[in-house]
């Protein structure tokens, strides 16, 4: 079945680092790709999307593109700030229905 | 305006005990998803409602939970005979229309079962 594989943290990284957390995926047809944030004793909350290859995603300075050769979609940022440390998810939806289909989740703690 | 909302916000029960998790989605949203977050299997699809259409149920783990969407708004999930393995976080979410790209998430019911 559908599946979404993002690198394990924590990632710890001091403020002003650049930042990439890698994710990839594997499913039938093309699904939409999604990065979503939970910041510590909040919901989920998107981040950004994209729904065809070769589509950027980007918000709050985040950005991530829909690799359908790779199938991939890697989160980067070029500098990150310490209010950027969450816990970072990457998903799937396949349209059938729209249920998201999740990564692990990658905790990302950003120090002064 | 009004969030996803859910209640209550924590639960604690005894194994073998029933519990309800409620969910209030955004007015006027058609999707409804419930999802479970626990430390050993991450963020989980449970069950899905899109109007009156049937349920997609294909994520619930056990006879032992169901859900109901009553007048197409508000969401119930029972846990019959809760087993601390059903300790999670469970969320709701709701999304405007089908296959909508954007998901809108309450903040969780924290279930923990002794």
């Known amino acids: 079945g559908d599946s979404v594989t993002q690198m394990e943290g924590p990632v710890t990284l001091s403020e002003e680092a650049f930042l990439t957390i890698n994710c990839t995926y594997t499913?039938?047809?093309?699904?939409?790709l999604f990065w979503y944030v939970q910041y510590p004793g909040e919901g989920l909350q998107l981040l950004l999307k994209?729904?065809?290859?070769?589509d950027k995603g980007s918000n709050k300075g985040f950005e991530a593109t829909y690799r359908k050769e790779t199938t991939s979609f890697h989160l980067e940022k070029g500098s990150v700030q310490v209010s950027d440390s969450a816990v970072y998810f990457c998903?799937?939806?396949?349209?059938?229905?729209?249920?998201?289909?999740f990564g692990q989740g990658t905790e990302l703690s950003v120090k002064p | 305006g009004a969030g996803v909302s859910q209640s209550p916000s924590n639960k604690v029960t005894e194994k073998g005990k029933d519990v309800e998790l409620r969910c209030d989605p955004i007015?006027?949203?058609?999707?409804l998803y419930w999802y479970r977050q626990s430390l050993g299997q991450g963020l989980e699809f449970l069950i899905y409602?899109?109007?009156?259409?049937?349920?997609?149920k294909s994520g619930l783990p056990s006879d032992r939970f169901s859900a109901e969407r009553t007048g197409g708004s508000v969401s119930t999930l029972t846990i019959q005979r809760t087993q601390q393995e059903d300790s999670a976080v469970y969320l709701c979410?709701?999304?405007?229309?089908?296959?909508?790209?954007?998901?809108?998430f309450g903040p969780g019911t924290r279930l923990t079962v002794l």
């Open positions: 007015s006027g949203h058609t999707a």
């Open positions: 979410a709701s999304s405007p229309r089908q296959g909508s790209h954007e998901q809108f």
């Open positions: 499913a039938t047809g093309y699904p939409s």
């Open positions: 409602f899109q109007g009156n259409s049937a349920p997609d």
């Open positions: 998903a799937l939806s396949n349209n059938q229905g729209g249920k998201l289909i």
């Open positions: 994209a729904t065809k290859a070769d």
